[in-house]
T-cell receptor, first 118, second 114 residues
Framework: QKEVEQNSGPLSVPEGAIASLNCTYSDRVSQSFFWYRQYSGKSPELIMSIYSNGDKEDGRFTAQLNKASQYVSLLIRDSQPSDSATYLCAVNVGIRSAGGTSYGKLTFGQGTILTVHP | KAGVTQTPRYLIKTRGQQVTLSCSPISGHRSVSWYQQTPGQGLQFLFEYFSETQRNKGNFPGRFSGRQFSNSRSEMNVSTLELGDSALYLC?????????????FGPGTRLLVL
């Protein structure tokens, strides 16, 4: 089982619709969760971070986290053609070592390609 | 604040050569992580540095190494390049409370090995 899995794409939605992106993770002690957007040929750009169970809203974006189900999702309302990109789910577990716990490693899903058509 | 900067942006090398990539984190950020992105493997963690110390290393061969300087700038080096090393190399600087740190990516260095 992959550590972080995203719903298979590509996902195509009409302009103005709600796009729903899903992600499951395997490590129960995961601490923090992120959604990044990556346009073709560009680097990942942070969209949302979420740390506690429930919903977190930021403009047209809503992240949902359910730690019991090990599930995190991203909803994009009123989708626009400019939202067309690859969306990456990332999870941070924290790695313990002699020097303490470090949170420098993000584990990414394979990404979901979203296309919003006019 | 200026974002994460990476140099060079593009690089072409031949097999067997070595390469050094540079990353300057966001001002005030002391932690840097490096990732490799390929179409087949996606984004994979290489290593992370904090206060000039490597805190963790991903599952990559010893040909991949890095370091961090006192001004938080970081470099990664790949020796004896292989064709499979062709990838986008991303540096991220992070900040925040432990367990809630956020990583911000630079533009990346695209490496092509011929």
């Amino acid at each position: 089982q992959k550590e972080v899995e995203q719903n298979s794409g590509p996902l195509s939605v009409p302009e103005g619709a709600i796009a729903s992106l899903n992600c499951t993770y395997s490590d129960r002690v995961s601490q923090s969760f992120f959604w990044y957007r990556q346009y073709s040929g560009k680097s990942p750009e942070l969209i949302m971070s979420i740390y506690s169970n429930g919903d977190k809203e930021d403009g047209r974006f809503t992240a949902q986290l359910n730690k019991a189900s090990q599930y995190v999702s991203l909803l994009i309302r009123d989708s626009q053609p400019s939202d067309s990109a690859t969306y990456l789910c990332a999870v941070n577990v924290g790695i313990r070592s002699a020097g303490g716990t470090s949170y420098g490693k993000l584990t990414f899903g394979q990404g979901t390609i979203l296309t919003v058509h006019p | 604040k200026a974002g994460v900067t990476q140099t060079p942006r593009y690089l072409i090398k031949t097999r067997g050569q070595q390469v050094t990539l540079s990353c300057s984190p966001i001002s005030g950020h002391r932690s840097v992580s490096w990732y490799q992105q390929t179409p087949g493997q996606g984004l994979q963690f290489l290593f992370e540095y904090f206060s000039e110390t490597q805190r963790n290393k991903g599952n990559f061969p010893g040909r991949f190494s890095g370091r961090q300087f006192s001004n938080s700038r970081s470099e990664m080096n790949v020796s004896t390049l292989e064709l499979g090393d062709s990838a986008l190399y991303l540096c991220a600087s992070r900040h925040g409370l432990a367990g809630k740190e956020t990583q911000y990516f630079g533009p990346g260095t695209r490496l092509l090995v011929l």
